[in-house]
Structures are given as structure tokens and as C-alpha cells.
């Protein structure tokens, strides 16, 4: 019989779920352990790769039994059917589900060790079915260790699966170690992630510990909202990490300084590239942010803030009116402000239109650090229309100077309240049903803050 010639290969994917705030997190790992009948053969002078990845996985999971916060499980593929005279391309099980691996590391240790080699290579199926080992969990990191002695034998795309799978969230970027692969081997498995070469028992030992580490190994990031002293005291504020380039949201935290006074910690996967939209007013973005595994990393951003709180001086009445707030010079809505509450902006220079009648504009309002500017506008008088029937007509100012437009009033209504801004107006009006231009009347009165009017159109 002849044996196809293959390389004995390390797959070690990162995957993770939604990490919250919680400092400590459960990591997960799933070892996918090869079992075709290419492990029978030679790695070594005397033992088979069978042989030798059954050593290294025991002694491998004696040094994990300790870890806290750990939970492991094993699945198998190439074990249950004899690859002659056809290849079974769905030969893959779950052998031992999760548990704490205080309890199930001897579990995992005693199955690989009974493995018998005896079926094919569908590395791209067993991938795609392992994303239904990891149940549903909060505050948890998945991680996918496979190890296999070649490339996949079932026409099946592992890469393809890989990247479905990291666009869904199952898992993320890969680590691979192979032995003995030339360099269209590891071309190959590059586009599964990141490759190191084992080249013999010892150095395949080494790199499992050495990836095992880093996986293990919790990579932690504070963002730091600088003032306009640099110094990172800016916080209370929402931020949203993206995939790199997409608008998928990895993450989503409310900014926060933690009882030491510094900007809180979190818990990021390393192996991605993030956008950070930090969700101030106007927002603050840095795009393809790239941390460093099993490191502290900041990540300063420029986000001086002050206030802007907008009052009403005179009697509170029903009406309350909005405004629209924009940077200086520039039409775009930043957001609708209601009077009586506060906002948080950027420093800088605003343009205020304030939904009153009038209409109120104010330009080059400025937001310095730490300092709330207050803007008071009186508040609105009632103007209350009666008509006898429905007709035609509009409210203007008028200061005996400059008569402006101000309101269209409701043909439909006889009856119909106003809120305006206290000052002189008048009302120019025709009924319906009277057909003569030169039966247009005007009601000139005054708005006072807080105090009703009332407006006789006969």
C-alpha cells in the first residue's frame, strides 16, 4: 500500500466572543486532533507521528491541568472509518465536550491516547462543525488548537471556511505551525494566519507552548481621552470598535476612569485591526488600530470637552423649545438640543439655530475645556388666534420699523394657540368667504414671557 506523502502540521486558531467589562474572562479551547491513516507515518528515527503527537498532547495537557479560569474539549477527525475504497469526508466527532480542565484535561489525555489512525483528512468540515462546540457563554474566549499531519484530502476549502466563520464571529485570525512544509505548504496554510515551522519533537513542544501562551495571555487596552492639557481625563462617553475597514461592531463600551483615576481597562482580541469611533460631539475616529498580544496597549485620542447648557430666562411654561447645534461655518446637524438640558461638545466654536418663533440664530458660540457656557433665551409667550370662521392669514414682527414673517396660520382652525418669542407682531388676515382683497384686515399685539394673548380676528 501506498502512502501518500504528508506534513505533519499545527492549526491554532484564536477565536472569541463578546468579551465584557469583567476583568477576568473564561478561555475555551478546543483541540481538533488529526487521526487519518497518514499518522502512521515516520516523523522521527523510531516513532510515527502518531506516536509522537500522542507524547507531546499528554505531557502538553498535564502542564494545563492547573490553569484557572480554563475550560477544554476535544474533537477528532480520521478515526472512525477506514479511508479504502472511499474517503468518508464527514468523519469527524465531538469526543469530549467542555468542562473545567481541572477535571477534563485526564478526559482529553485518555481519548487521544486510544486513538486509532484510520480515515481521511476533512479539515475543512471539521472546522466548520466545531463552530457548534462552543455553547453559548458570556465573558468567554474561544480558542481552536488542530492538529493535523497534512493539507485537506476532501476538496473542501479550509481557508474559505476559516474566513465565513471569522465574518460570523466563530472564530478569528489563525496561528499555524507546520513540520517539515516547503514553501508552497506554508503558502498554503498562510491563508489561515499566521505560520511557524516545527522541525522535531522538541521544537514542537516549544511551540506549543510558546502559541499556547499567547493565547492564553489576555491583551489588555485603555483608551486614553486626552483634555487639552494631554492629560487623559475625559470619560462617560460611548465607544465602538469595528473590524478594520468594515462596519461590523466588535465591541461596544460606555468610557469609564476606573477608582484609581485612570482610564479602565479592557480585554481585546490581538489579532485584529480595529476602527474606534469614540462617540463625543462631533465624534472622534482612528482608523487601523493595530495591539500587541499579550501586552498593556493605549490608545490616546484628542477629545477636549466642555459644556453647552441652554436655559429659559422667565416663567416655565408648557413649551420647550429645541436647538440645533452645529460647528461653526458648516451645515451639518450635529444634534437637536432640548432647553433645559446639558451637552458635552468638543472644544471649538458652534452655530445655534433655536427652534423658537422667531427663529433665534447665534454663530461662533465657544465651547472651552472643562467650562459651561450658558445660553438663555426668554421664555415664549401664547398667543391664542380666535376666528369666527376659517380664513387666510399670517403672524409677523413688527418693531415699527421692519415687519419679517413669522408664521402661517392654520386655515382650518378657528381656534389656534402660538407659542411666541416675547415682542410686537401683528397678524394680517382675510376670511375665506370674502372675495375682495381690500377686505384684509391686520391685529397688531404683544408677547410677554409666559403670559397668554389673546388675538380677535373680528
Known sequence: MKRTRKYFVLLFILTSSFVTLRSQVTNRILFIFDDSYSMY????????????????????????????????????YGHQTYFRPTRDCKDTKLEVPFAPVKTNYLKVKQRILKLDPTGTTPIAYSLGECAADFTPKENVRNLVILI???????????????????????????????????????DVFACMGKFYDVSNELNFKDVLKLVTTEALTQTTVQVDLLDITKKPSESDVDMTFYIAGTNTVKYNYLHTI????????LVLDPDLQYDLVVHTIPPIEKKNISITRGKHNTIPLNAPQGFLKLELDGPI??????????????????????????????VGKYDLEILTLPRIKMNDVEIKQSITNSIKIPTSGLAYIKKLSEGFGSIYTDDGKNVEWVYNLNQKLTNEIIYLQPGKYKVVFRYQNAKETVQTFERNFEIKSGLTQNVQLY
Open 41 to 76: 507515518a515516520p516523523w522521527s528515527s523510531s516513532n510515527s507521528k502518531i506516536d509522537v503527537a500522542k507524547k507531546v498532547m499528554a505531557e502538553f495537557l498535564d502542564s494545563l491541568k492547573n490553569i484557572p479560569d480554563l475550560e477544554i474539549a476535544l474533537r477528532c
Open 148 to 186: 493535523t499531519d497534512g493539507i485537506e484530502e476532501c476538496g473542501g476549502n479550509p481557508c474559505e471556511v476559516s474566513l465565513q466563520l471569522q465574518k460570523k464571529g466563530i472564530f478569528l485570525k489563525p496561528f499555524v505551525i507546520g513540520v517539515g512544509l516547503n514553501v508552497n505548504f506554508a
Open 258 to 265: 476606573n477608582v484609581k483615576g485612570n482610564p479602565d481597562t
Open 317 to 346: 411654561g408648557k413649551n420647550f423649545p429645541a436647538t440645533v447645534v452645529r460647528k461653526a461655518g458648516d451645515m451639518t446637524t450635529l444634534i437637536v438640543q432640548d432647553f433645559g438640558k446639558t451637552e458635552k461638545l468638543i
